[in-house]
T-cell receptor
Framework: DVKVTQSSRYLVKRTGEKVFLECVQD?????MFWYRQDPGLGLRLIYF???????EKGDIPEGYSVSREKKERFSLILESASTNQTSMYLC????????????????FGPGTRLTVL | GENVEQHPSTLSVQEGDSAVIKCTYS??????FPWYKQELGKRPQLIID?????GEKKDQRIAVTLNKTAKHFSLHITETQPEDSAVYFC???????????FGTGTRLLVSP
């Protein structure tokens, strides 16, 4: 059973703080993703990674960076948090193209609701 | 890049009725179309998906249809039940990296 966990369910930070959101998956998935979810806007991709130390920009990367030092862990970093980054952040993972089974299904973590004051 | 539009944004039905949610996509090279269900306070979970070499797929009360020519796909839920109440997201994936582009979501409310 795939398990994707995120370090915090709720987080409150102040404007200008550096914020780290951590995501860990235990199924040896190659691909990992960070989304933000806002009412009426759906899920928007911030960054994704298809291998250790590899990263690709998604649709809304501005103000964010990521780190993938180990296959199971993908971190999202807000360099200087701003109020417009208040949102629900969802991490997901999926098997790579060479994987077996439902190679394209993305498995989501429980989400981190971040509030920036 | 890919753009996915989803309609309606909200849908209210009576228990036992059918519900249909429609999505259109822009990239004709897209080849994978999943649907995710997100119950209140929970994570999105895949409920059904379809690949571009298939026109229709069914799983019990849920079905998805794909029209590649018109570049649209739809989710059909028959005999709706209150536990079907949730937000449903469609998505599309092009070739290459496993990057999904999601629609904006449909809030389905099934009244007893």
């Amino acid at each position: 059973d795939v398990k994707v966990t995120q370090s915090s369910r709720y987080l409150v930070k102040r404007t200008g703080e550096k914020v780290f959101l951590e995501c860990v998956q235990d199924m040896d998935h190659e691909n990992m993703f960070w989304y933000r979810q806002d009412p009426g806007l759906g899920l928007r991709l911030i960054y994704f990674s298809y291998d250790v130390k590899m990263k690709e920009k998604g649709d809304i990367p501005e103000g964010y960076s990521v780190s993938r030092e180990k296959k199971e862990r993908f971190s999202l970093i807000l360099e200087s948090a701003s109020t417009n980054q208040t949102s629900m952040y969802l991490c997901a993972s999926s098997l790579g193209l060479a994987g077996r089974g439902a190679a394209n299904e993305q498995f989501f973590g429980p989400g981190t609701r971040l509030t920036v004051l | 890049g890919e753009n996915v539009e989803q309609h309606p944004s909200t849908l209210s039905v009576q228990e036992g009725d059918s519900a249909v949610i429609k999505c259109t996509y822009s990239d004709s090279a897209s080849n994978y179309f999943p649907w995710y269900k997100q119950e209140l306070g929970k994570r999105p979970q895949l409920i059904i998906d379809i690949r571009s070499n298939v026109g229709e797929k069914k799983d019990q009360r849920i079905a998805v249809t794909l029209n590649k020519t018109a570049k649209h796909f739809s989710l059909h839920i028959t005999e709706t039940q209150p536990e079907d109440s949730a937000v449903y997201f469609c998505a599309a994936k092009g070739t290459g990296f496993q990057k999904l582009v999601f629609g904006t979501g449909t809030r389905l409310l099934v009244s007893p």
